[in-house]
Structures are given as structure tokens and as C-alpha cells.
């Protein structure tokens, strides 16, 4: 992809590494059915110097839905043990490529962080090019994270409800195809399967190809294939809240920028008595 500010090219990191001011972060996660786990493979080797942001750990723990956004208190001193500082520059990158950075650079920026890129083709572009690696758990600095979330990015269940019911808002599911029209078995035992009455569907897959982003025609081209007015606001949603980040930052690419994302999402929804729809998206009618 051309070049774009949310985004830091492996070559500008393998020769800021080490700079001060600088936090390079590994948002490492995996799907609960892969049995991976980020934090052993963090240990294993990363990125000299990154330290490890744990999605799961650095949530809303009295939340029954899997890593919810905390408290800007808990955050507040996740991110200072980490030493990771609110005006530090922070490069966040993950070992798929693009999968689970994007949920960590939108958490940051949404507790007020301001200076946060994701590492264009992340760990395996790096590893791809030879640049180095460690092993172990890396050295921890002092930083001051005063943590203030911006409430206006999240949305709530019933935020997503009444939005949709009105028609102030769209929703954009990232989940695949056969899962959102419900013809595949939800990966978290007790959910129903569909989508959200009224929701749109544009998979990721869409718009990540070998582990980058694609390129803002081709974001563009499948926003409008999935039945999206950019023009009007858009809630990004998922499985439970991780890939949504995903549609966020290909939204905000194209200039688009989400009105909100739905952090419970499928997760929230498929658990609860709200309506499900299956099938593909309805048609909706042109204005």
C-alpha cells in the first residue's frame, strides 16, 4: 500500500530501534479455538525491545464478555507497567500481519494516546526482511499514561438498537460471510448464529490480503459492495470486538471514520434475547 500516516514501514523501525521516546508493542492474539497464545510466542521472539499488550488481560475482567475495554484506571496502570507513555510514539504490530494491531491502536488512541502507527505487514514482513529479534521479557522504562477515554467511540447494545431502529447509524459487520448469514456455528459455545437485524457484511478478508491492508480503491469498492453510504455513520462490528477494529481503520483510511465501534459485539449480541436475522443483508431502499 502507498504510504499513510496510521501506518510505520519496517524499515523506519529497524532504524528507529532503540530511539527514545519510542514504545514498539506486540497486540499478538489469537482465536480461542487456535490454542496459540500470544504472550508464549511473545517470549519466544519479537521485536527488540517490544513489550507485550496482553488484550485479554488489559479488560474489563467483571465484564462475562471476553476483553472489554477497562477502566481508565486499570488501563491507566496496565500502561504505565508496561511502560508505554500517552505521548510517546507507539508502533503496535502482531505476528498475523494485520489482525489483532488494529484493536490495540484503536484502544490507544481511544484512551487518549497521541501518537500511535501499526508496523505496515507486521511480524512476519519483519522476519520476511531479516531484521532482528529477542527472546525473553524486555527492560521496562518509567512512562505516565493519563488515561481518558473517549466514550463517544464505543457503543453500547442498546446504542446499536436504537441507532438501527432509527436509521441514524449503519452497522458493518466483520465477521466472514457464512457466519454472518448464519450457515456457520459461532467459534464461543452458546451463541446463536445470524447478524444483527439491519447489519451490513464486509469480511476482513475483503479488505486484508497477505497480512496488509489494500489499497483505498479496493476499501472503497468493498465498503460499496457491502451496501455502505460513507457519507452517513457507520458502527463497526464483529465477533467480540477484535476485528472490528480492522473495518475501523480501513474506514478511517478512506476517510471514513467510524462513528463508534460496537465492543461486545456478536459476542453480546448472539448471548442475549435481542432479535437475530439470517441469511444475507437485507436490501435496503435508496434514498
Given at each position: 500500500?502507498?504510504y499513510?500516516?496510521?501506518?510505520?514501514s519496517?524499515?523506519?523501525l529497524?532504524?528507529?530501534?532503540?530511539?527514545?521516546?519510542?514504545v514498539?508493542?506486540?497486540?499478538?492474539?489469537h482465536?480461542?479455538a487456535?490454542?496459540?497464545?500470544?504472550?508464549?510466542?511473545?517470549?519466544?521472539?519479537?521485536?527488540?525491545?517490544?513489550?507485550f499488550?496482553?488484550?485479554?488481560?488489559?479488560?474489563?475482567?467483571?465484564?462475562?464478555?471476553?476483553?472489554?475495554?477497562?477502566?481508565?484506571?486499570?488501563f491507566?496502570?496496565?500502561?504505565?507497567?508496561?511502560?508505554?507513555?500517552?505521548?510517546?510514539?507507539?508502533?503496535?504490530?502482531?505476528?498475523?500481519?494485520?489482525?489483532?494491531?488494529?484493536?490495540?491502536?484503536?484502544?490507544?488512541?481511544?484512551?487518549?494516546?497521541?501518537?500511535?502507527?501499526?508496523?505496515?505487514?507486521?511480524?512476519?514482513?519483519?522476519?520476511a526482511?531479516?531484521?532482528?529479534?529477542?527472546?525473553?521479557?524486555?527492560?521496562?522504562?518509567p512512562?505516565?499514561?493519563?488515561?481518558?477515554?473517549?466514550?463517544?467511540?464505543?457503543?453500547?447494545?442498546?446504542?446499536?438498537?436504537?441507532?438501527?431502529?432509527?436509521?441514524?447509524?449503519?452497522v458493518?459487520?466483520?465477521?466472514?460471510?457464512?457466519?454472518?448469514?448464519?450457515e456457520?456455528?459461532?467459534?464461543?459455545?452458546g451463541?446463536?448464529?445470524?447478524?444483527?437485524?439491519?447489519?451490513?457484511?464486509?469480511?476482513v478478508?475483503?479488505?486484508?490480503?497477505?497480512?496488509?491492508?489494500?489499497?483505498?480503491?479496493a476499501?472503497r469498492?468493498a465498503?460499496?459492495?457491502?451496501?455502505i453510504?460513507?457519507?452517513?455513520?457507520?458502527?463497526?462490528?464483529c465477533?467480540?470486538?477484535?476485528?472490528?477494529?480492522?473495518?475501523?481503520?480501513?474506514?478511517?483510511?478512506?476517510?471514513?471514520?467510524?462513528?463508534?465501534?460496537?465492543?461486545?459485539?456478536?459476542?453480546?449480541?448472539?448471548?442475549?434475547?435481542?432479535?437475530?436475522?439470517?441469511?444475507?443483508?437485507?436490501?435496503?431502499?435508496?434514498d
Amino acid at each position: 500500500m502507498s504510504y499513510d500516516p496510521r501506518f510505520v514501514s519496517t524499515e523506519w523501525l529497524a532504524a528507529h530501534l532503540g530511539a527514545p521516546n519510542l514504545v514498539i508493542v506486540d497486540a499478538s492474539w489469537h482465536m480461542p479455538a487456535t490454542g496459540r497464545s500470544g504472550r508464549a510466542e511473545y517470549l519466544e521472539r519479537h521485536i527488540p525491545g517490544a513489550v507485550f499488550f496482553d488484550i485479554d488481560a488489559i479488560s474489563d475482567t467483571s465484564s462475562p464478555l471476553p476483553h472489554m475495554l477497562p477502566t481508565e484506571i486499570v488501563f491507566r496502570a496496565a500502561m504505565e507497567s508496561l511502560g508505554i507513555g500517552r505521548t510517546m510514539k507507539i508502533v503496535v504490530y502482531d505476528t498475523a500481519g494485520l489482525f489483532s494491531a488494529p484493536r490495540v491502536w484503536w484502544t490507544l488512541k481511544a484512551f487518549g494516546a497521541v501518537d500511535v502507527q501499526i508496523l505496515d505487514g507486521g511480524f512476519p514482513k519483519w522476519l520476511a526482511e531479516g531484521h532482528p529479534v529477542e527472546a525473553g521479557e524486555p527492560t521496562i522504562y518509567p512512562a505516565s499514561f493519563e488515561a481518558h477515554l473517549d466514550k463517544s467511540w464505543v457503543a453500547s447494545i442498546d446504542e446499536v438498537a436504537t441507532r438501527l431502529a432509527n436509521g441514524s447509524a449503519q452497522v458493518l459487520d466483520a465477521r466472514a460471510a457464512e457466519r454472518f448469514r448464519g450457515e456457520a456455528p459461532e467459534p464461543r459455545a452458546g451463541l446463536r448464529a445470524g447478524h444483527i437485524p439491519g447489519a451490513r457484511n464486509l469480511p476482513v478478508s475483503e479488505v486484508v490480503k497477505n497480512g496488509r491492508l489494500v489499497d483505498s480503491d479496493a476499501i472503497r469498492a468493498a465498503v460499496d459492495a457491502a451496501g455502505i453510504d460513507t457519507g452517513r455513520p457507520v458502527i463497526t462490528s464483529c465477533g467480540s470486538g477484535v476485528t472490528a477494529a480492522i473495518l475501523w481503520l480501513a474506514l478511517d483510511v478512506i476517510g471514513a471514520r467510524p462513528k463508534a465501534l460496537y465492543d461486545g459485539s456478536w459476542t453480546e449480541w448472539g448471548g442475549s434475547d435481542r432479535p437475530v436475522a439470517t441469511g444475507p443483508a437485507a436490501t435496503l431502499p435508496k434514498d
